[in-house]
């Protein structure tokens, strides 16, 4: 099963965060949009497998056959349930379904243009309650993943099929699983390549209504054209009336189904017309005589014919009015109900092909979206491309915010020759409209317009153009080159000329990210250093393509020079996180690809990546790192030395442990620092003395009692005692000196201080004792309701005592109350505009402090 490939969708609609369906199993619920035939289902048949569950259709869900309460419940088809009216207040009915289940996970799918954005996300964010709600688009296929859809079908040379698809132009029908099916039943049954989705779907269902099985095609059995025709009336029928199947049997349905199936002899059609046309794979069997269609979009296609066919009328039957098929298909405020817009837009491709291009361009102007989305552009005449065109934002200018359509690969139909120069008119602006948006989606996916090609480039090239119009217009252009790697070079070489930006910078991130584009280390050194100094903005990762491809292809070469070098000076960096985790990213990759030969050029490049070998090694780097040495004792022990000898003689012998801990984020082993006292024995002084200081100054700080044991026998047998004594003692440094001479000077300072205030307070006894000392009152205050010493919790009383004496601590208490029943001599006035200055009355926390003693005396 293929792993399928999503793009997240957010409040950003720019937002290019695109991951793969198995990333996103761990959130409590996501919705899933996607164009009809991408694969939805399919997709949730894994991940419901995955998980030990089925996968439930929305209707049968609301109507209690969901599965177990707190189950993982996989819910398939919101727009299929939405089938029957009442859409705007069915989204409430699943939320209510969610909440009563309480499901462990839940996921839910949807037709992307029948999703209604806000309204939607609101309701089932009730349901979700705190969990973050995740709308995910499930994108086109890949080419390898078009390669595993036709294995999987069984075609024997898939990489034949897909290039011949391409040269025929029908590259865009590889897109999704349900159009490569189709093709690939057109191509083995009539052995013609369509070329748009139209014919594509014509030629399929063609073929579905022959026989397959050779043992009956002798049999008796209807026509092609009458089992078509029967097709395209049955396909009707269900989808106008919401209907999920059509019943064959003439036994009553089956308990539960009403509504939900169609009794096939409520038709006109006869039982052996409606037998051969059941038994075609246009249609499945079900449970006994209950069949359904094989997929949604074929029947659209099927039922839109039918009516077609009533709209034109025959010789047979009179047509009937377009705006009674038209409203067969509308709600009752006029609009095309979303569930039906498919039959509507395919009505609009019949009716054209029909030769009724007047009633085609009508039934577009209706629904100008459906008609792109959900049918074939590529099929209009001009006049109605161009009208599709000008009318798709005619009602709403931000028609984008309300559906999903720039990943529609239906949208390539529109992109034909004679649609060039409306294009370029459009493109022309550099205004961020909807419009522009969907003209690029729909280059993309169509075939390359020759005159609007160089447009593109141009845009590219526009350092006044928004950057997601720059990178699209990029991106079209080279998916449509002949020469992908050489454009790409182009491209580069003409960005050379624009200054530095985070755009730029971007986009020629994306430029280099294929591998077949050589690249210089001088090149992304550049790139770098032009990131670092462009101005910083909201996003992060925007060189991701750079990384992944210096993760894929290590560069050793970057690390061959100091980044101080060739990156700018660091207070200048503005983009300095970033190419940080690049550059830790890419040296990871080095490390991580190096054969364990040359430890010597390992420590060189862990040094280079650094302004300072103080510096904590980056994560990945010194994960990488640590893998490295963990390969062998010897690799730990070549790093170790070569640390070691770049080491500064002039530096204490404690830095070379510091730098290894930088290094690798742990101290050095036991192991090392005995490997390295031995190598101090073979050395001669004063290399060999300086070694051994630095071995021992390592054990010391060995944790383990056990090493430093070891440590120390090795030592000990060398008889140095001078060694010995290093190890075993442990003097006062000057620093630590210095430090307590420095709080034995501060403590006697305190102390004259302390002693200096009692003797002021004995001079001023009496007026401390009467109140009228009012400035050392509020000293003494202060030590009272300790100010300034939240953490204390000492006594007031006692606080005083302690920093003064007895007779002061009684004097102070006093001279509290007695300022207590002392007016103020100011007004509340003057107090408040103290207050405002910032100042405040010497007599406010003697005051303050005779308050809170009485409030202590109950008695008082």
Known sequence: MIDRRIRILGENTKSDEITRISQVRDHVGYVLLGEPGIGKSTVFEAEAAHDGVGVVPVRAAVHGFAGAEGAPLYLDGLDEYRADGGERDKIYHVAKLLRELKPSRWRLSCRAEDWRKDADVSALQLASGSATLLVAQLLPLLEEEALQVLASLGETDPEAFVAKARQVGAGGLLESPLSIKLLRAVVA?????????????????????????????????????????????????????????????????????DGEL???????????????????????????????????????????????????GDRDRAAIPLSRAINLLSGPNGAVLSELRGVHAWLAAHLAVGGHATLAREVVDNDPIGALAYGDASIFDQA?????????????????GAVTLTESTALGGLAQPDMAASFLTVLDTAAETHKLALVLSVLEHGPRLADVSSKLREITLDAERPEWQRTRALDIWLKQSADRAASRLEILDAMSHELPSVIRETIRARLISDQEVSISVAQIKELLRDFAVSECDSRIMRLQPLRKRLITEPTAGLFDEPV???????????????VTRILDAALAAVINADDGTDAERVWRWTLNVRDDSWEQLEEKSAAAINRWIAVSADRQRRLFDAVIDSSNPAERDWVPGWTWAALTGSAPSADLVIGLFERSQDVGAPDG????????????????????FRAYDRVAASGDHTLIEMLTTNPLDEDRRRQQRSLLKRERRRSDAQQEFVNEVNRNFEGVSSGTAVPILDDLSRIFLQVGRHDSEVDGLVALVSETNPDIAAAALAGFDAILRTEVPVSPRELGAREAKGHRLHEELPILAAVMRRMGKPEE
Request: charged share 25%; proline share 5%.
């Open 189 to 257: 049954g009539e052995g013609q390549w369509p070329t748009s989705r139209y014919n594509l779907f014509e030629q399929a269902t063609g073929q579905y209504s022959f026989e397959q099985n050779a043992l009956f095609q002798r049999g008796a059995r209807a026509s092609s054209q009458e089992i078509l025709k029967a097709a395209d009336r049955l396909s009707l029928l269900m989808l106008a009336t919401g209907a999920r199947g059509i019943w064959r049997s003439n036994a009553p349905t089956p308990s539960g189904a």
């Open 262 to 312: 169609v009794p096939a002899n409520s038709t006109d059609l006869g039982s052996d017309l409606i037998d051969d046309t059941l038994d075609t794979p246009m249609f499945t069997g079900g449970e006994g005589e209950r069949f359904e269609h094989m997929h949604r979009t074929v029947a659209e296609f099927l039922a839109s014919r039918a009516l077609a066919d009533a709209v034109c």
């Open 384 to 400: 109605t491309r161009e009208a599709l065109l000008q009318g798709i934002d005619r009602n709403d200018p931000y028609f984008l």
């Open 564 to 578: 101080r070098i060739w990156l700018p000076e660091e207070n200048a960096r503005r983009q300095s996180l970033e």
């Open 689 to 708: 003395t300086r070694l051994a200081r630095i071995a021992v100054t390592l054990a010391k700080g060995l944790e383990v009692p056990a090493d430093y």
